[in-house]
């Protein structure tokens, strides 16, 4: 059994959402398993265990896993300031290639939109790259890319939650967050594989 790690910020739980059809994607896939793991937000003191949710990523979650799903808000136009914080700590992991040759993928959360979903997911690449990971997208041959209503990008997943946040998934959303969990799985199988 291999292990995607999906690792997300949310602070008020859009984010949180798409993670958890994201981690069913995943789960669709035989032979691969999630691992759901969030961060502290930025200015928040620190703390060991977060109050209720996914527990806090470690580095060593970053080493164990196979493939890795990132999620974020979207903020202005880029990820949130707390992954940022994360990556910024990771420069060991840069150092010995740990992430090198993993597949990747990314999905976002934003309140409108044309407010910057795909700017978020194409941001959330950099330091993947930097990291050596392989970056799998949704094609159009995902059928809900071709009709949505809402979010999904050939970037990466994303839903629109509204100026309130209170806008519930539609469907293509929950699929093409499925599907980039699915995508990013099937992807480490057949690597884990050598195929
Ligand atoms: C500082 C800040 C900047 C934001 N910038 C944008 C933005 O550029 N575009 C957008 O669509 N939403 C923006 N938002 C809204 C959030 O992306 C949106 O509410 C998101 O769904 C929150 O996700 P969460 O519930 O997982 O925290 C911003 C929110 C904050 C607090």
Not at 122 to 136: A, N, Q, R
Request: glycine content about 16%; proline content about 7%; overall charge positive.
């Amino acid at each position: 059994m291999i292990e995607i790690l999906v690792l997300y910020y949310s602070r008020h739980g859009a984010t949180a959402e798409l993670a958890r059809h994201v981690v069913r994607g995943i789960e669709g896939e035989p032979g691969a398993t999630a691992r759901l793991r969030t961060v502290p937000g930025s200015g928040a003191a620190p703390r060991s265990v977060p109050a209720s949710g996914a527990v806090y990523a470690s580095h060593a979650d970053l080493q164990d896993c196979a493939g890795l799903v990132l999620g974020s808000p979207v903020r202005f136009g880029n990820m949130a300031g707390a992954l940022q914080n994360f990556f910024e700590g990771t420069s060991g992991l840069w150092l010995s290639g740990a992430l090198s040759g993993k597949p990747a993928g990314v999905f976002a959360s934003g309140s409108t939109p044309h407010g910057g979903q795909e700017a978020t997911l194409l941001s959330m690449m950099l330091p993947l790259l930097h990291h050596g990971m392989l970056i799998v997208g949704l094609p159009f041959t995902e059928p809900a890319l071709g009709d949505t209503p809402g979010g999904g990008t050939p970037y990466g997943a994303s839903r629109i939650a509204g100026v309130d946040g209170q806008r519930p998934l539609v469907a293509a959303e929950r699929q093409l967050a499925q599907a980039l969990g699915r995508r990013v799985a099937a992807t480490a199988v057949r690597l884990a594989a050598g195929r």
